[in-house]
């Protein structure tokens, strides 16, 4: 599974932006997808996972009400809507993926459970 992470780029205090993760060459349907983050001289930190039944989602507690994790029904691309931009939001942003799982609603929030990852793509939201 190869994954390539885009969108992103530079947006005010209070906008938004989505950025989006296809897999390249393979489908992921029985997956965990999920959008992790690092900031400049910080740890690499989760955000939000999907499983594969689409419904079990999980957001870190500095995201929930703000940023909306979804993927497409044919399970090749999974979305990270990201709206209220604060400057703390700022980073570079990277999609993994995890399984394949039996259990359709697993879904983990550590990121060395994730064999799979992408790129990286960079938010900045300017104050």
């Known amino acids: 599974v190869q994954l390539q992470a885009s969108g992103g780029g530079l947006v005010q205090t209070g906008g938004s932006v989505r950025v989006s993760c296809a897999a390249v060459?393979?489908?992921?349907?029985?997956?965990?997808l999920a959008w992790f983050r690092q900031a400049p001289g910080k740890e690499r930190e989760f955000v939000a996972v999907?499983?594969?039944?689409?419904?079990?989602?999980k957001y870190a507690d500095s995201v929930k009400g703000r940023f909306t994790i979804s993927r497409d029904y044919r399970d090749t691309t999974v979305y990270l809507q990201m709206n209220k931009l604060t400057p703390e939001d700022t980073a570079v942003y990277y999609c993994?993926?995890?399984?394949?799982?039996?259990?359709?609603?697993?879904?983990?929030?550590?990121?060395?459970?994730?064999?799979?990852w992408g790129q990286g793509t960079q938010v900045t939201v300017s104050s």
């Open positions: 993994a993926a995890d399984g394949p799982w039996y259990s359709p609603d697993y879904a983990s929030t550590l990121d060395y459970e994730y064999d799979y």
């Open positions: 060459g393979s489908q992921f349907s029985d997956f965990a």
């Open positions: 999907i499983a594969w039944d689409g419904n079990t989602k």
